[in-house]
């Protein structure tokens, strides 16, 4: 990577000026050329940092807005339901995948960093994922997958979703869910273990399912307690009402995997005292 090789470059410089201006010791012109590489490796990752920092602020900025107008739309059509119900659902669902396209459209601005730092391209891989999953675009999220740093726990969801969806072999989806949760810090599991049990439940490996909640409880509590919908859908399996597990405490995180679809209830307002004259 470029910010490496200028820090070389720069190092050895530093070395070399030293050895030749400085000092005769070959031990002090090493030390001080190592230190002229991590001097020169730190502002520019400083640098860096910071345009990166921006360029994200701008997306996220781009999408904070969107989502804005959009919960605006969801708020108006609340209060003055006008139309059929499934219409707006549909020409909201158009506006949203208008935005996650834009948003994609903003990773190609970050292209210009993947030379600079290590790793960073399998980071823009990540985020490029995250809104192909969100569009639907399975193949290029199936593309994607092997060249991303699956670090957080909505990629790590996805990683999985999509393995079942393609009917991957069990052993397999458990590889990769202890490798995910080893990476998570306490408390951020939960999404990933809901997940995993509901993957052991539609098995019909309830016992799994079962343990696997277990330890998801106590590695996902806060000072209420365990998560409740683990704790809920835990207790639904030992007392063998099955029927009742449920991921849909998890809202919108567990809707996005598009394993599940959310139940929407229609209410048909009643008529006024008069009727249509009153």
């Known amino acids: ?7 070389v470059f720069a190092g050895g410089a530093v070395g070399s000026l030293f050895r030749h201006f400085v000092t005769d010791s070959t031990g002090w012109s090493i030390f001080w050329g190592i230190v002229g590489f991590f001097v020169c490796l730190f502002l520019l990752g400083m640098l860096l940092r910071r345009r990166i920092a921006a360029a994200m602020a701008d997306m996220q900025l781009m999408l904070t807005e969107g989502q804005k107008a959009l919960q605006a739309r969801v708020n108006d059509y609340q209060n003055h339901p006008k139309g059929d119900p499934r219409r707006f659902l549909e020409s909201m669902q158009r506006k949203q995948n208008e935005l996650l396209t834009e948003a994609l459209a903003h990773t190609d601005g970050l292209e210009r960093f993947r030379n600079w730092i290590p790793l960073f391209g399998r ?7 995250q809104f192909h999953y969100q569009l639907k675009q399975f193949d290029k999220v199936d593309e994607l997958l092997p060249k991303c740093l699956v670090l957080d726990p909505m990629s790590a969801s996805m990683k999985l979703a999509r393995q079942f969806a ?6 397999e989806m458990e590889k ?3 490798k995910a949760r080893a990476r998570l810090r306490y408390n951020q599991s ?3 273990s809901a997940l995993m049990s509901w993957i052991y439940v539609r098995k019909n490996r309830t016992d799994d399912a079962y343990a696997l909640l277990e330890k998801a409880c106590r590695d996902n509590s806060v000072d209420e307690g365990p998560n409740e919908t ?3 859908n835990r207790d639904a399996l030992a ?3 099955v029927k009742q597990f449920s991921n849909a405490g998890f809202g919108d995180q567990w809707y996005a995997l598009f394993l599940e679809e959310p139940r929407i209830r ?10 249509r004259f009153g």
């Open 266 to 275: 229609y209410e048909r307002r009643p008529p006024t005292r008069f009727g």
């Open 176 to 178: 990769t869910y202890r």
């Open 166 to 171: 393609k009917d991957a072999p069990v052993e």
């Open 239 to 241: 007392n063998n009402r």
């Open 1 to 7: 990577m470029y910010t490496i090789l200028i820090s």
């Open 230 to 232: 683990l704790k809920r």
């Open 190 to 192: 939960a999404l990933l």
């Open 123 to 129: 980071q823009i891989n990540t985020t490029r994922m």
